[in-house]
Nanobody, 122 residues
Framework: QVQLVESGGGLVQAGGSLRLSCAAS????????MGWFRQASGKERQFVATINWSGTSTSYGDSMKGRSTISRDNAKNMVYLQMDSLKPEDTAVYYC???????????????WGQGTQVTVSS
């Protein structure tokens, strides 16, 4: 059974930084692509970033482009999202997910974590 568990969320002031982590266990695909999404209250789930298996290719959504960095450590089965210069509009539940190919479409991700809340105060 696949489990994705996010951590690292919390309350931070505008302009601050947070590093989210996602621990993966169980078998997904042979070389899973990992992604981060976020969902603010009352809004649709939004693509944040994705990274390929080797970590050599990344892609970012417009919402946090230039302010976030996705990375992974396959030896530890971990994926990270470093978020800087946070804004109140970044407040959301952040999810990590696994897919077969790099894509910004949430529907293409088969495995999801339970999410971690990020709240940015002004």
């Amino acid at each position: 059974q696949v489990q994705l568990v996010e951590s690292g969320g919390g309350l931070v002031q505008a302009g601050g930084s947070l590093r989210l982590s996602c621990a993966a266990s169980g078998r997904t695909y042979s070389r899973p692509v990992m992604g981060w999404f976020r969902q603010a209250s009352g809004k649709e789930r939004q693509f944040v970033a994705t990274i390929n298996w080797s970590g050599t290719s990344t892609s970012y959504g417009d919402s946090m482009k230039g302010r976030s960095t996705i990375s992974r450590d396959n030896a530890k089965n971990m994926v990270y999202l470093q978020m800087d210069s946070l804004k109140p509009e970044d407040t959301a539940v952040y999810y990590c997910a696994a897919a077969k190919t790099m894509t910004p479409w949430a529907s293409r991700y088969d495995y999801w974590g339970q999410g971690t809340q990020v709240t940015v105060s002004s």
